[in-house]
């Protein structure tokens, strides 16, 4: 009977202890400016489908046709590399490879 109250004792008194630590498992959660950054993310663009009859892009998943609405910004142009959204007077070129230039 005393082992058994001693050995609850322990395990209560190793349970109260655990519920100060955090788990050294468990990935370190986002300070709040880098989940407001990561909220506010840019578009991405990731195809152009260019044909006689129609323009369209797909941009974060969403294909989008000329003149039509990505949030609250406006797809003004479609190039076959690029992209132009207008979000009032403010226009933001989204590129299909952003980290390659084409050289003349």
Same mark, same amino acid.
């Given at each position: 009977m005393a082992q058994r109250l001693i050995a609850l004792g322990l395990l209560a008194a190793s349970a109260a202890?655990?519920?100060g630590r955090s788990d050294p498992m468990r990935p370190p959660s986002a300070m709040p400016e880098e989940? #407001?950054?990561m909220e506010v993310? *840019?578009?991405r663009l990731q195809s152009v489908l260019?044909?006689?009859g129609r323009k369209l892009a797909v941009i974060d998943g969403q294909t989008v046709s000329?003149?039509?609405r990505v949030g609250d #910004?406006?797809?003004v142009?479609? *190039?076959p590399a690029q992209v132009v959204l207008q979000t009032g007077g403010t226009y933001q070129t989204l590129k299909l490879h952003p980290g390659i230039e084409k050289k003349p």
């Open positions: 202890s655990a519920q989940r #407001a950054r993310r *840019a578009s260019i044909s006689p000329l003149g039509g #910004a406006t797809l142009a479609i *190039a």
